[in-house]
Each structure stands twice: as structure tokens, then as C-alpha cells.
């Protein structure tokens, strides 16, 4: 059986990065997409099945330049995840067009361009397509306008891609993580932050980015084969339980 070639966005860190590693570990080849070339060739390192290709997913030549080098070199692609995202939170009023443009060129925009540049790959493989949103899409909160839009429109894209692609044999999911145990996350979010989180979540915890990884991998693997245009949510419960429910939990 031919190895199978999986294409990961935003794989020089966080979920990208572990999912990366996840797909070597089932025995996938993987084509290791970034924008930041320095933190991915020195990740790639050392992780043999992978390559590194430096793109920013937004700009239209660079994806068709990508899309080129990838088969160049692997031949076939059977999984795209489209995971490269950037997050701008801040007030309504202080997000200028410029700021919003920034998130949905990446976080939108992106996702479109990979998608449809890799449609006629996966036609021939019959592939998978993994799009990476956000509870942030799922439910409106504080200072997300860019970012919770951007993502509440991929949820929608992967329907659009899934009614539309399915014809083919190719699937689409999308996946919409819930608070992530990132450095960034732990960087940025306060003692008081993630007390909150974890009062919210009926887990009572972050997730890690491999749990999110573990998703993702299977949806792109032959064991989800009958699963398409679904959103799962990987979020330890968050998006479930509405509003109130921790104070009712005693």
C-alpha cells in the first residue's frame, strides 16, 4: 500500500506540531507548512518522513508555489489540515479594518486557498480535508470579533466543502478546540484566567495540543471514512454546558 502524505499549516508549533508528530507516528509522510522559517526547518529537524516548506497561506501565488514543491517532492497528497491561524483579540472599537483583514486573511482567506489548490490532489486520492476553527466559532465571547468571526466562517466552509467535495470521494471536517494548553495560552492567561477556564469546563481542565492532534488524525485516517461535513468540538465540554452551570454544580 502506497504511504499516505498528510500537508499540515502552522506546523512549526503548537497543534500543528504535535499533529505533525502524530501522523508520523501512524506511519504518514508529512509535508510540514509554515510561515516562519526559522522555527520550522529547526523543529523539522531530526523528524525523518517530514519536510519543511515555508508559505504564508494567504498570499494565492505562494499556495500554488507550495502545492507544486509538495507533489514535486511526495507525489500525491491524501490529508490537508489547515491549521495556520493567527489570534488578534481586543475590543470591537479598537479593531481597525486593518487588524480584521490581518485575522481573516490567514484565519478565512487561507483556508479557501489550501483547500482549493489541493482539490485536485485529493480527487486522486480521495482525501481528507481537516479544517481547525475554535470554540471561538462556536460561541460568542469578549474581545474575539475577528478572531470568533474568522472562525465561525471556516465551520461554515467546511460544510461548503464537504457538500461540494463529497462527490468526489474527498472529506471535510472541521475541528473546533477548546482552551489549549499552549505556551502561548500560558503566557497570556492569567491565574485568574484559568482558574475561570477550568470553573467552565466540565473537565476542569486545558486540553494538550496532542488531544486536539488525536482528532484530527482520525478524522483524516480510513477509520472516519464515512464521517464528513461534521464540526467536532474538542473542548473538555466548554461549548455544552451554556452559561451558570458551574455555580450549580454543588
Not at 125 to 136: F, L
Not at 140 to 160: D, E, P, W
Amino acid at each position: 500500500m502506497t504511504q499516505k502524505i498528510a500537508l499540515v499549516t502552522g506546523a512549526a508549533r503548537g497543534i500543528g506540531l504535535a499533529t505533525a508528530k502524530l501522523f508520523l507516528r501512524e506511519g504518514w509522510k508529512v509535508a510540514m507548512v509554515d510561515r516562519d522559517q526559522a522555527e520550522l526547518e529547526q523543529v523539522a529537524v531530526g523528524l525523518e518522513g517530514t519536510k519543511a516548506f515555508t508559505c504564508d497561506v494567504s498570499v494565492p501565488k505562494a499556495v500554488d508555489q507550495l502545492f507544486k514543491d509538495v507533489l514535486e517532492h511526495f507525489g500525491q497528497i491524501d490529508a490537508l489540515v489547515n491549521n495556520a491561524g493567527v489570534a488578534d483579540f481586543g475590543p470591537i472599537e479598537d479593531t481597525d479594518f486593518s487588524r480584521w483583514r490581518t485575522v481573516m486573511e490567514t484565519n478565512l482567506d487561507g483556508v479557501f486557498l489550501m483547500t482549493q489548490a489541493a482539490t485536485p490532489a485529493l480527487k486522486e486520492t480521495k482525501g481528507a480535508v481537516v479544517n481547525i476553527a475554535s470554540i471561538s466559532g462556536l460561541r460568542a465571547s469578549t474581545l474575539r470579533v475577528a478572531y470568533g468571526t474568522s472562525k465561525a466562517a471556516v465551520i461554515h466552509l467546511t460544510k461548503q466543502h464537504a457538500a461540494e467535495l463529497g462527490e468526489y470521494g474527498i472529506r471535510a471536517n472541521c475541528v473546533c478546540p477548546g482552551p489549549v494548553r499552549t505556551k502561548l495560552a500560558m503566557a497570556v492567561h492569567s491565574p485568574e484566567i484559568i482558574a475561570a477556564y477550568h470553573d467552565a469546563i466540565p473537565l476542569n481542565r486545558y486540553g494538550s495540543e496532542a488531544e486536539i492532534g488525536e482528532v484530527i488524525v482520525f478524522l483524516c485516517s480510513e477509520k472516519a471514512s464515512y464521517v464528513t461535513g461534521q464540526i467536532i468540538a474538542s473542548d473538555g465540554g466548554f461549548e455544552s454546558t451554556g452559561v451558570g452551570l458551574p455555580a450549580l454544580r454543588d
